[in-house]
């Protein structure tokens, strides 16, 4: 997963399912049940599961989107992060609804957490999972911008995917050509061609000093040098037959 879907919206729409899961889950199974709760008192307590449950995951979308616009990038270890964190959120907000006065729970925190969290977090997680995988799919395909950053704070290039023509390699650097208003330019940005192919995963290399968007592609000049979008590059044999695919 490299892409986040930050839409407040969609994932909104996400956490109601989540509530909704929830409320008919804590209905169903209950899992405190003993038998002195009647149908009225089921209803509200999963109803404020389930409200509880909402508000967790709207807090998660505000920590993510935050987190996400401030590195311009996602992986599977944040995306375990996140739903962990909203985990850790419901746990703690759960449980202060069950220690309340409405409930007034009888489980010290250990036993409400092997005893009934567990529980729900088994049958929740997958429901996450699968609803998280589907938001990304709703992604305008409009909002397809690339950030580009490097090792300083102050290294970064905001673009169009669709303007990225190609990244070079400079030494301790790499040059990112791109065209802006019909003309190339370039910007120095302080990393490695190794970890922009990581976050950038479209692009191809054909130079162990050259990445290109194969959008751009336009002709060979020669059996060892490619023409671009207003630049020519030369191709190591290496990667010449990925190229001729093109």
């Not at 599977?76 to 962990?84: H, M, W």
């Not at 092997?114 to 990304?136: D, E, G, N, Q, W």
């Not at 169009?160 to 070079?168: F, H, P, T």
């Not at 970890?195 to 950038?200: A, E, T, Y």
Request: aromatic share 14%.
């Amino acid at each position: 997963m490299k892409q986040l879907n930050i839409s407040i919206k969609h994932n909104l729409v996400i956490g109601l399912l989540i509530a909704l899961w929830l409320f008919i889950f804590a209905f169903i199974i209950k899992p405190f049940d003993d038998g002195t709760i009647n149908f009225r008192a089921w209803f509200l307590i999963s109803f404020e599961f389930s409200v509880v449950a909402f508000v967790c995951y709207g807090f998660l979308t505000i920590i993510q989107k935050s987190f996400y616009k401030r590195i311009g990038k996602w992986n599977a270890g944040l995306e375990i992060t996140a739903i962990f964190l909203f985990h850790v959120l419901y746990l703690i907000g759960v449980f202060a609804f069950y220690k309340s006065p409405i409930l007034n729970g009888g489980y010290h925190f250990s036993e409400f957490f092997s005893v009934i969290f567990i529980k729900v977090a088994l049958i929740l997680t997958p429901v996450i999972i699968l609803a998280r995988r589907y938001l990304i799919k709703l992604i305008p395909l409009k909002d397809d911008v690339l950030i580009i950053k490097g090792e300083n704070r102050l290294d970064i290039l905001k673009i169009q995917k669709a303007d990225l023509v190609c990244i070079s390699n400079a030494q301790n650097y790499v040059e990112v050509f791109y065209t802006e208003n019909g003309k190339l330019t370039s910007k120095l940005l302080r990393t490695s061609l190794k970890n922009i192919q990581k976050d950038f995963s479209f692009l191809m290399q054909i130079h162990r000093s050259h990445l290109i968007n194969p959008s751009h592609f336009k002709s060979w000049r020669n059996q060892n040098t490619i023409v671009l979008t207003q630049i020519e590059l030369p191709v190591s044999k290496n990667y010449k037959e990925t190229l001729l695919a093109l």
